[in-house]
């Protein structure tokens, strides 16, 4: 009894997918934090121009337990 009510689910799904009522799940990527150390050797610059780069350009940031990470994402 319960095969059969999985079948007509899943026979209803294909349906709608058909029709185009249903979408294709989007796989996001996982998030990969970097704190200033891997960011550094990351991208091979020293202190002072991980300050400046971090002044001139857009990096998406934020603060656990008062370390600082960057989303690697948005410094590549």
Do not use: P
């Not at 990096?59 to 960057?70: F, M, P, V």
């Amino acid at each position: 009894m319960t095969l059969i009510r999985i079948e007509r689910i899943l026979s209803k799904l294909l349906l709608l997918k058909e029709k185009g009522y249903l979408m294709e799940a989007v796989v996001l990527q996982e998030e990969v934090w970097l704190d200033i150390q891997d960011v550094m050797k990351l991208l091979r610059i020293s202190h002072s121009t991980f300050y400046r780069k971090l002044k001139e350009c857009n990096w998406k940031e934020k603060e656990i337990a008062g370390r600082k990470y960057y989303l690697k994402s948005s410094i590549l």
